[in-house]
């Protein structure tokens, strides 16, 4: 990203947005041909850290945008595209460290302990954090929407823990000020996750409530959905995330159109169906970067040419 910024100045500007529990920068690119009143489309990765294919992905986009703008020139001339490749940096370098399969952030909860009454010490519960308790919250329950509702847990033991409190992490709590500083602007907000091939959208909090506006979501994505499969013929399916996977609340795209209300929210599950999962080939990597951007900038040229 550092090299992208110093060689393509005029167009790419590196922005951290904040920093990781363990201290590590939340990078992302800002693309912009100029002018301060553009329509926007944000894109992040990995959220979830054992999903590489995610910051895979979205990395190879950045490549297409920036290096083959000449392609798509429209898109960069109409559009400021806000990239952000590795949303949960500790997640993502433990997976590569110690655990190929952690999903979560590195943050500790705070932990209640059950103390016995005294007379000079006179508290029964306190919460400190302490150093053998279980870690991370799952990024993608801990948002400021429908918060711990369904699909999550209060234990800082379980994959879907929810976190303290909305925002306890400082990687959602960063991208959500971010967010929310460009929200008129931004027009679609996509999290690319994996696996499952699938195209969802809003809401996952319910399976029985869709959007008042969920069939023109529909429609502008089944338009990606074919862009995406005409590359080489991978299918995906598409509908709301409560019907195709199952009921989770306080996920970011919910929070992206209940909260920012940034109209078109999606979250991409990317390949495969499960026969690798989270252990996709890196032979894998180009083909699913080329199918994804073709799908994106599908959806990307109608905001272009003025879809609002
Ligand atoms: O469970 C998730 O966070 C996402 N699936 S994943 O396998 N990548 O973990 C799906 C999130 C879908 N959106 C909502 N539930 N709102
Ligand atoms: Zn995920």
Request: glycine residues 8%; aromatic residues 12%; neutral net charge.
């Amino acid at each position: 990203m550092d090299y992208l910024a110093h060689t393509y100045k005029e167009i790419c500007e590196t922005v951290v947005i904040g920093t990781s529990t363990e201290g590590r920068p939340l990078k992302l690119m800002k693309i912009s041909t100029g002018g301060e009143t553009k329509p926007a489309i944000w894109i992040d990765g990995g959220l979830h850290g054992r999903e590489w294919i995610s910051p895979a992905t979205v990395t190879y986009i950045l490549l297409q945008l920036v290096e083959f703008r000449e392609k798509h020139a429209n898109l960069l001339e109409k559009l400021d595209w806000y990239i952000l490749p590795v949303a949960n940096p500790d997640g993502y370098e433990y997976s590569h460290v110690h655990d190929r399969l952690w999903r979560k952030t590195r943050s500790r909860a705070l932990h209640t302990k059950k103390r016995r009454p005294s007379p000079s010490f006179g508290l029964w519960n306190t919460k400190s954090r302490t150093k053998d308790q279980c870690v991370g919250t799952d990024a993608n329950r801990n948002w400021d929407f429908h918060w711990k509702e369904v699909g999550s847990s209060s234990n800082p033991c379980h994959e879907n823990f929810a976190g303290d409190k909305p925002f306890s992490e400082p990687e959602t709590a960063a991208i959500a000020d971010f967010i929310m500083k460009h929200s008129r602007r931004i027009k679609m907000f996509l999290s690319l996750h994996s696996y499952s091939q699938m195209w969802l959208i809003p809401w996952g909090y319910s399976e029985n409530e869709k959007p008042k506006d969920y069939y023109d979501m529909y429609i502008l994505a089944e338009k990606g959905v074919k862009a995406l499969k005409s590359v080489k013929g991978t299918d995906y399916l598409l509908g709301t995330a409560a019907e195709l996977m199952y009921i989770s609340s306080g996920a970011s795209d919910d929070w992206a159109k209940g909260v920012a209300g940034i109209k078109y929210a999606y979250t991409i599950e990317l390949p495969d169906t499960g026969a690798h999962g989270f252990i996709l080939p890196a032979s894998r990597i180009e083909s699913t970067g080329q199918e994804t951007w073709e799908g994106i900038k599908e959806l990307a040229q109608h905001f272009a040419d003025g879809l609002s």
